[in-house]
């Protein structure tokens, strides 16, 4: 069965600063995110037989996607709708701030709309529709998938049809899902990274 290679991008500014940012399509790698996406880049290399990357539009994620695309020697594509959640008014806020926001609910934290942004159900409604595509048009080929922390949680859930469980990656943390072009396995993690939170980006 092909394989989607899913990649959360390198550690960005913000992911450094733990703040929301306000300029979230334009963050740019932290050298740490530079040397993870090229340690990913090596990692599938030696596991998988990519033949493209496709990457989310904002810079972090199109930045992690090409380092990857030069060390395995592919084409890098980009998606517009694979991009992060909006974080509407608690831009430019710290990632904890969250936690004491109304009607924030951590058990269910995918319900959750920020003021004047989006909920992760919002962005799994926008995200699963571009990976449904790429599933049917590579169902021979494996393909690296470059976006974000909150995307790939959504997408876990469209994969196992169920919030419940879903994992959250670290910085170019990978999970891999098999396909035959319309239905998936479950995802497996690569290595141990996993994060505790969805950390914004």
Known sequence: MAKLILVRHGQSTGNAERVYATNPHALALTELG???????????????????????????????????????????EVEKDLHERDAGLFMGKPYDSVVSATGYDPTQPWRWRPPKGVSLEDVKARAAPVIDRLAATHRDRDVVVVSHGGVMYALWSHFTGSWEGAQIPQNCGIFVVEHDGLRYGAPTVIGDQIGDTWTGG
């Open 34 to 76: 530079e040397h993870q996406a090229c340690e990913a880049g090596r990692k599938i290399a030696k596991l998988f037989r990519a033949e493209l990357v496709v990457a989310s539009s904002y810079l972090r994620a199109q930045w992690t996607g090409r380092l990857i695309a030069e060390v395995l020697g592919v084409p890098l």
